[in-house]
């Protein structure tokens, strides 16, 4: 599973708090409108999905546990570790497994 790493500044989206995935990075990690993924910010693990921005930018969201955890706020560069979150099947008990 390849890693991606960069430096973002962290900002206010309406109301939520996010950091814009450079463009080399999202290429790498699939073509979806939205792409499942997993990280860390300034080291703390997080699991995420990557949602569409203006101009064909992808946005990641960081929630206020993981916030508080990595003592961030709005104006902080905040150290990212991103890749893709494995993809995950319904059984006929409707429970995710990963796929093979």
């Known amino acids: ?3 991606h790493r960069f430096t973002a500044h962290l900002f206010h989206v ?9 463009a080399d990075v999202v290429d790498a990690l699939g073509a979806e409108r939205y792409i499942d ?5 300034d080291g703390i693990t997080f ?11 992808r946005l990641l969201y960081l929630d206020q546990g993981v916030r508080d955890d990595a003592g961030i706020d709005i104006g902080a560069d905040v150290k990212v570790e991103l890749w893709a979150r494995p993809q995950a ?3 006929a008990s409707g429970a995710d497994t990963p796929l093979p």
Do not use: F, H, K
């Open 47 to 57: 699991s995420s999905r990557l949602a569409p921005a203006d101009e064909g930018q």
């Open 14 to 22: 309406g109301l939520r708090y996010g950091v814009l995935v450079p």
């Open 37 to 41: 993924v997993e990280g860390t910010a």
């Open 89 to 91: 099947r319904r059984t």
């Open 1 to 3: 599973m390849e890693r």
